[in-house]
């Protein structure tokens, strides 16, 4: 089955940090960009971070930039995101998303609560 | 970073009926090179992730039932239902992938009247 699955999220004091998991499978993971979203309570749709295919090239929102990091490793089918410094309009639902231009594979995403 | 205005904010269709949605960006997503609109739309229902539904501006997705479609070029882009169905209940949501950063519209509820 084609599918993302995220997982680490969780509850975070401001300040702290945490690693958000994607795992991809059913589809040649290194043949796409790759990307998260997030979704604050109640609110709509924000881009967060995407990165290419080897992972040569990032790109990030600019609430996010200097304090989260998306990575890959294609060997393990996997996508990552480091986040540092969290505060507490980083609380959201955070989507991992297979970027073909637009984003047509989602997972069910992974809630973050900052929150002390 | 272009800004993606949908309107109405919340639309409410009877069964069978047809529902608009508009969706409008401060700058051209055209891409004069391939005349293609980099304009996207998701269905997301509750508790759900979103869902794409049209690409390019008017292309379907996959599986997507044919009663949904997508119009316009620039600047204005329109989804259409032709005939509202119970389970398209959802927030609809434009998004140009033009450019870095991607954009989201604030997003339209649709409800059954």
């Known amino acids: 089955e084609v599918q993302v699955v995220e997982s680490g999220g969780g509850l975070v004091q401001p300040g702290g940090s945490l690693r958000l998991s994607c795992a991809a499978s059913g589809f040649t993971f290194s043949s796409y960009w790759m990307t998260w979203v997030r979704q604050a309570p109640g609110k709509g749709l924000e881009w967060v971070a995407k990165i290419n295919q080897d992972g040569s090239e990032k790109y990030y929102a600019d609430s996010v930039k200097g304090r989260f990091t998306i990575s890959r490793d294609n060997a393990k089918n996997s996508l990552y995101l480091q986040m540092n410094t969290l505060r507490a309009e980083d609380t959201a639902v955070y989507y991992c998303?297979?970027?073909?231009?637009?984003?047509?594979?989602w997972g069910q995403g992974t809630l973050v609560t900052v929150s002390s | 970073d272009i800004v993606m205005t949908q309107s109405p904010d919340s639309l409410a269709v009877s069964l069978g009926e047809r529902a608009t949605i508009n969706c409008q960006s401060n700058q051209s997503v055209l891409f004069s090179s391939n005349s293609k609109n980099y304009l996207a739309w998701y269905q997301q229902k509750p508790g759900q992730p979103p869902k794409l539904l049209i690409y390019w501006a008017s292309t379907r997705e996959s599986g997507v039932p044919d009663r949904f479609s997508g119009s316009g070029s620039g600047t204005d882009f329109t989804l259409s239902i032709s005939s509202l169905q119970a389970e398209d209940v959802a927030v609809y949501y434009c998004?140009?992938?033009?450019?870095?950063?991607?954009?989201f519209g604030q997003g339209t509820k649709l409800e059954i009247k």
């Open positions: 998303a297979r970027d073909s231009a637009a984003f047509d594979l």
């Open positions: 998004q140009q992938y033009y450019s870095t950063p991607c954009t």
